[in-house]
């Protein structure tokens, strides 16, 4: 049967963009200047008001179909990777299913935050080496800028919109997934949360929106920022590890876009250059689970993975949680 394959990628951005001058421009008081110090963002996009989750994941599943050269009906398992489903039931993979019109295909969600491409590819790893699967789909797709207090300067200003996706089996040619890493730790997840929508603050009241319940929260900005770039390069180094490789022979960091500040530093302890680091954030912001998948079927299309190259997918976020990927391309 062969390894793990990545049979082809895809990705879908909305149209509208919203520049950091935009922002000042609604009343927050920021600057382009003040942003791009701080996190490396220039600017995001953001999906119509009519526009789901699902949506976003149908137009990268079918781009990542497109290059594998595969149809939806090749299909036998979804995962979609998401913290903005389109409903809390059904899943977004369930959307999204009925979107591809693949009705032979399992779906489920998971729910990994910024991690969650990596988990998705963790779980397709395991259906396919035990055979329960033959052809798999994960998407990552968020509507982030749904969960955010635009009156908040120090978070509204992170996030953006969009969507990426992997079609995996397995072969012996094409891309290799070598290995994936996850990790969790419930106990700090407080530290990164959106406290409403669940059942602590169910049925949603006038008094959870008053309180802001329903927002995305950071708590404790520089203490996540430094544990953050711990996991992170933790994570780097145990992929590598698992196989036998050196940091050094690693061509592309392609990690969950979070802040340049952290690869900034992630590059200095790891003594690699920071020009091994394929960055989309200046121009998408953060898009939790979908930053590296997004990120990831750039580098390849635009050429700049080429074939051979040691691929590291580091990822970090609320949960909390974290992780890695390596593939080679």
């Avoid at 798999?136 to 749904?146: C, F, G, Q």
């Avoid at 700090?188 to 008053?210: A, C, F, K, Y």
Wanted: net charge negative.
């Amino acid at each position: 049967m062969g390894d793990v394959r990545i049979l082809g990628t895809g990705s879908y951005l909305p149209p509208k963009v919203l520049k950091n001058a935009d922002l000042q421009e609604m009343g927050l008081e920021t600057s382009d200047e003040w942003i791009v110090d701080r996190t490396g963002i220039r600017e995001r996009r953001v999906a119509d008001p009519e526009t789901a989750a699902s949506d976003l994941g149908h137009e990268a599943s079918l781009r990542a179909l497109e290059m594998a050269g595969l149809s939806a009906s090749d299909l036998d398992l979804i995962i979609m990777a998401t913290i903005t489903p389109d409903t809390c039931c059904p899943a977004g993979a369930n959307w999204l299913q009925a979107r591809l019109q693949a009705p032979q295909a399992v779906t489920f969600d998971v729910t990994a935050a910024c991690s969650g491409f990596i988990f998705g590819l963790n779980i397709a790893q395991q259906y396919l080496q035990n055979m329960t699967h033959t052809k798999v789909l994960v998407v990552a797709s968020e509507i982030m800028t749904r969960t955010v207090d635009w009156s908040d300067r120090s978070s509204c200003i992170l996030w953006g919109d969009g969507a990426g996706a992997a079609v995996l089996s397995r072969g012996r040619e094409g891309p290799e997934l070598l290995s994936t890493h996850i990790h969790s730790d419930g106990a700090n997840g407080q530290n990164l949360l959106m406290p409403g929508g669940g059942s602590r603050t169910t049925p949603i009241s006038h008094q959870s929106v008053d309180k802001g319940l329903h927002y995305l929260q950071m708590i404790e900005a520089n203490m996540s920022f430094k544990v953050a770039v711990r996991y992170f390069i933790e994570s780097a180094r145990e992929a590598v590890a698992h196989n036998n490789l050196d940091i050094h022979d690693v061509d592309w960091f392609i990690p969950h876009q979070a802040n340049l500040r952290m690869f900034q530093s992630m590059a200095k302890r790891l003594q690699v250059p920071l020009d091994s680091f394929y960055l989309t954030l200046q121009k998408y912001g953060n898009i939790s689970s979908a930053s590296c998948a997004i990120a990831l079927d750039e580098a390849v299309r635009d050429g700049s993975v080429k074939s051979g190259d040691l691929i590291c997918l580091p990822v970090f976020g609320g949960g909390l949680t974290w992780g890695s990927a390596l593939i080679r391309w």
